[in-house]
């Protein structure tokens, strides 16, 4: 019994009701139903704060002599329902109703501390196991389920703004990008020109030296703002045989100033290996999310990024192995590394998409991708494609 004036902290959990709890059907349909009903109502766009209004409210509604809140700081989150005059600030700041004989406080199970506030002056709706008490606990569950939906929509939202933002940037780029072409191409025509006219008149082999390298410089830019332009574009090509050396080649171009920045060395070790069947500018992005994410765990103190590929094991397979010296990936948190919005980068530099959609692409190549801890340190990323075949099997 939760006597009067105490606070009882109930632990909530997805175990099934069991033991002397009472069976659903001993909690009046009414009380259940109004909560359902709450969220079946909810809008799919609704906010935090709408999705915990709608449900306590519910519950407030069908036990109208009750007082029901929820109180999370982590969440910047206090919203309650009482039928009588809450006082502004109790002497007790574990307790939202202290002009209420008594109450019960449920956990709802979520990463922020959060808790679910009900009171009574009926000290025995609050008895352990009784009624009023299933319904906190489902009641609870029904708001974690609430609280995450609408993180997970805002966490969507803003992502959706930053690819717009990233969608217009890259339009802008291709702009820039195709006006650079024309005077590159430029360069390239009179480089190589005036370099055939001096070997000609005996011009000083140092300043044929000189144009030979303004070509190279000015070739290199052109082919790396083609390949740019061409990896940014919406993907039409179909599944065929490529090699996967050309796009962990390509890859590495895209991040070489990121791993520049980050001091990080890379290290090939490619075998013979046939080709895989794939989609170039997809596989392309699997790999340039991988060696970008390998080069931030290794900015603090730099280290090598060391890329193997072989035959797999298994048959059929070309595996591509990613090694980085970094600070590596909790071993908690890797079964959840490729959850849409899982990151662990507190400094707003992830999104926790990067390796969602590099999984969502590798299983569309009928692949497999996988990570685990390195061996003294960093982490290791395995990927596995499927060989090319006459057959063709869609991503």
């Excluded at 005077?183 to 000189?210: F, H, N, V």
């Excluded at 090699?243 to 791993?259: K, W, Y």
């Excluded at 990151?343 to 530099?349: L, P, S, W």
């Excluded at 003294?376 to 099997?393: I, K, Q």
Aim: proline share 6%.
């Amino acid at each position: 019994m939760t006597a009067k004036g105490a606070r009882r902290e109930q632990p909530v959990s997805d175990a099934p009701i069991t033991g002397r709890q009472p069976l659903a059907r001993d909690v009046p349909l009414e009380w259940v139903d109004a909560v359902l009903v709450a969220m079946a109502d909810l809008d799919p766009a609704a906010s935090l704060e709408q999705r915990v209004t709608a449900l306590v409210d519910a519950a407030g509604e069908a036990l109208p002599s009750c007082a029901f809140g929820v109180r999370s700081p982590g969440l910047g989150l206090l919203y309650w329902r009482s039928p009588v005059t809450r006082r502004a600030e109790p002497d007790d700041p574990s307790r939202l109703f202290p002009e209420l004989a008594a109450e019960r406080v449920t956990a709802i199970p979520l990463e922020e501390q959060a808790t679910l506030h009900v009171a009574s002056d009926d000290e025995n709706l609050l008895l352990d196991n009784a009624a009023l008490d299933v319904l906190a606990s489902r009641l609870a569950l029904a708001l974690r389920g609430a609280i995450r939906h609408a993180r997970a929509h805002e966490q969507l939202r803003e992502q959706i703004i930053q690819s717009d933002k990233l969608a217009s940037l890259g339009q802008l780029a291709a702009g820039v990008v195709h006006e650079l072409n024309n005077p590159l191409t430029s360069i390239l025509a009179y480089s190589e020109y005036l370099r055939r006219k001096g070997e000609r008149a005996g011009t000083d082999p140092a300043d044929l030296d000189r144009l030979a390298r303004i070509n190279e410089a000015a070739d290199r830019i052109l082919r790396f703002s083609r390949d740019l332009i061409a990896y940014s574009r919406p993907s039409t090509e179909k599944p065929g045989p490529v090699s996967i050396h050309d796009v962990i080649d390509r890859a590495l171009i895209f991040c070489e100033h990121v791993l520049d920045q980050t001091g990080v060395t890379v290290e090939r070790r490619f075998d013979e290996v046939p080709a895989v069947l794939g989609v170039t500018s997809q596989l392309t992005q699997v790999f340039v999310n991988l060696f970008t994410n390998a080069a931030h765990a290794m900015q603090e103190q730099g280290g090598c990024l060391s890329i193997a590929t072989a035959t797999s094991d298994e048959s059929g397979y070309v595996r591509v192995t990613i090694r980085d010296d970094g600070h590596g990936i909790d071993v908690e948190h890797l079964p959840r590394i490729f959850e849409p919005f899982f990151t662990t980068k507190t400094d707003g530099t992830g999104t926790g998409l990067g390796l969602s959609i590099v999984q969502r692409i590798v299983a569309a190549h009928h692949g497999r991708i996988r990570a685990d801890p390195g061996e003294s340190r960093g982490t290791v990323f395995y990927v596995d494609l499927p060989l090319a075949r006459p057959a063709s099997r869609s991503p």
